[in-house]
C-alpha cells in the first residue's frame, strides 16, 4: 500500500499466495477463505455496534446442542457465518457451536477442501450488559484434497469424522474481538498477528504485527465460583497467587474476569497472564467448559505462535485427539512460565507428591509449607 500500511488482504498475498511453497503444499484458497471469514466478521461487527437499537438482543427461545439458551445474536452471527462462506468452493463443511451437525455445503455450490469450525458469539452472556464479546474460528484441511472435488453429494470430506482430528493440524485459527475497536487476530502458522478494523473504510489494517507473550505474568483469570469444584493442584496454584507477597509466591497477583475466552485471550496476548477454565467436578460427566475444536484449539494455535503455552493440565491441548464434534476440555492457557508451573503442579499431585497442599494445615507461608519458588 502507499502507505505503508498493511491491509489483511495484503499479508495474505503476502505470506500464503507468494510464497514458493505455496502451490506445492497445495494452500491455494486459504487466503481467500480467510477474507470472505473477515467479511462475515465485519458484518458480525456492524450488526453488533448497533447495539439495543438493532432489534437483536434478547432470547431467540431455542436450545442449542449443549442444552444451552441461545440467544438472538447466537443464532444471526451463525447465520452471517455460514452465508459469507459456504458459496465460495473452498470449504467441504463446517461445524458450528450453535449447529448440531456438520453442516455440508450445499449441492448448489462447489465444494473445497477446508473444514471450517466456530463458536460465531463468544462471551454471548456479556451480550445484552454491552460486554465484550467475540468470534472464534479453526480451519483445518481434508485429509485427501481430491475426495472432496470428485464428489457432489455428502461425503468422507464432509461427515464428522473429517473434523476429528487434533489442533496441531490446523492450517489457520484466529479470533475477532467486538470491543471499542474490532480486531481480527489470526495464525497461519508463522506467528501471531492483529489487525484493526478501520470502520469507515472496511479495511483491517495490520495494527500488531508478530505479537509475543510474555514469559512470565502476575495476572491470572478464572471463574473463582468454582473454587469448591476443581482439583487440587488448581486450588494450590491460586491460592498461592492469591497469597501475595507474604506467599511462596512472593509478589503480589491480580485478577481478571470477563466471561468471554475471546477478551482473556486477547488480554493475554497483549499483556501476558493465564486463563483457566479448569477440569472441574461440578458436571462429572463434562471434561471442562470449553469445546474442543472451536474453542480450546484455535486459541490454542495462536497462543502457542506467540510463544505461550496451552494445555488441559495435563497434556498440550494441541495435541488432543477429538472424540466429539462439540466435546470439552480443560483450558490453561497464556504466559510459559505459569503454565509450566501449572503442569508441574498437576504432575506433582498425580504422583502423590504434593502432601502438603491437600492437607488442612495448607495455607500462607507456614513452617509446613516447601519453598516452590526456587
Ligand atoms: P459461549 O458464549 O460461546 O457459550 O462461551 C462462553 C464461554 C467462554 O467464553 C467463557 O470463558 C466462559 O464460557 C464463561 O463461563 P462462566 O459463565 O462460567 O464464567
Ligand atoms: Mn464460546
Ligand atoms: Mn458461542
Known amino acids: 500500500m502507499q502507505d505503508g500500511r498493511t491491509t489483511l488482504s495484503k499479508f495474505l498475498i503476502d505470506t500464503l499466495d507468494r510464497q514458493p511453497c505455496a502451490s506445492t503444499q497445495g494452500m491455494a484458497g486459504l487466503s481467500a477463505l480467510l477474507i470472505d471469514v473477515a467479511a462475515a466478521i465485519k458484518s458480525i461487527s456492524a450488526m453488533l455496534t448497533k447495539g439495543a437499537l438493532g432489534g437483536h438482543y434478547g432470547s431467540a ?28 468452493g473452498l470449504l467441504a463443511a463446517m461445524v458450528s457451536e450453535e449447529m448440531e451437525d456438520v453442516y455440508a455445503i450445499p449441492s448448489g455450490y462447489p465444494r473445497g477442501e477446508y473444514l471450517l469450525a466456530f463458536d460465531p458469539l463468544d462471551g454471548s452472556s456479556n451480550i445484552d450488559i454491552n460486554g465484550v464479546v467475540g468470534s472464534i474460528f479453526s480451519v483445518l484441511r481434508t485429509r485427501d484434497p481430491a475426495d472432496s472435488a470428485a ?44 489487525f484493526t478494523l478501520e470502520r469507515d473504510i472496511g479495511n483491517f489494517v495490520l495494527t500488531h ?19 469448591r469444584f476443581w482439583e487440587p493442584p488448581v486450588r494450590r496454584y491460586v491460592q498461592e497467587c492469591k497469597d501475595g507477597r507474604s506467599g511462596c509466591r512472593a509478589r503480589d497477583f491480580n485478577m481478571r474476569w470477563i466471561a468471554s475466552m475471546v477478551a482473556e485471550v486477547h488480554r493475554i496476548l497483549m499483556r501476558g497472564g493465564v486463563f483457566m477454565y479448569p477440569r472441574d467436578s461440578k458436571t462429572p460427566a463434562m471434561e471442562g467448559r470449553l469445546r474442543l475444536l472451536y474453542e480450546a484449539n484455535p486459541m490454542s494455535f495462536l497462543i502457542e505462535q506467540a510463544g505461550g503455552l496451552a494445555i488441559t493440565g495435563r497434556e498440550r491441548i494441541l495435541d488432543v485427539r477429538p472424540h466429539a464434534l462439540h466435546g470439552r476440555v480443560p483450558v490453561i492457557l497464556g504466559s510459559k512460565n505459569e503454565v509450566e508451573r501449572i503442569a508441574r503442579y498437576h504432575g506433582e499431585y498425580d504422583r502423590g507428591e504434593d502432601k502438603p497442599f491437600t492437607s488442612p494445615l495448607f495455607g500462607t507461608r507456614s513452617l509446613f509449607l516447601p519453598d516452590f519458588t526456587a
Open 151 to 194: 464428489t457432489e453429494s455428502a461425503d468422507e470430506s464432509a461427515n464428522e469424522a473429517a473434523f476429528l482430528r487434533p489442533g496441531c493440524e490446523q492450517v489457520a485459527a484466529g479470533y475477532a474481538v467486538y470491543g471499542p475497536s474490532t480486531m481480527l487476530v489470526l495464525s497461519v502458522g508463522n506467528g501471531t498477528h492483529g
Open 61 to 88: 427461545q431455542t436450545v442449542n446442542t449443549h442444552g444451552e439458551e441461545q440467544k438472538k445474536l447466537d443464532v444471526a452471527t451463525n447465520e452471517i457465518f455460514v452465508q459469507q462462506c459456504e458459496w465460495d
Open 209 to 227: 504485527s508478530n505479537i509475543r507473550i510474555p514469559d512470565d505474568t502476575a495476572e491470572f483469570a478464572i471463574n473463582a465460583s468454582n473454587e
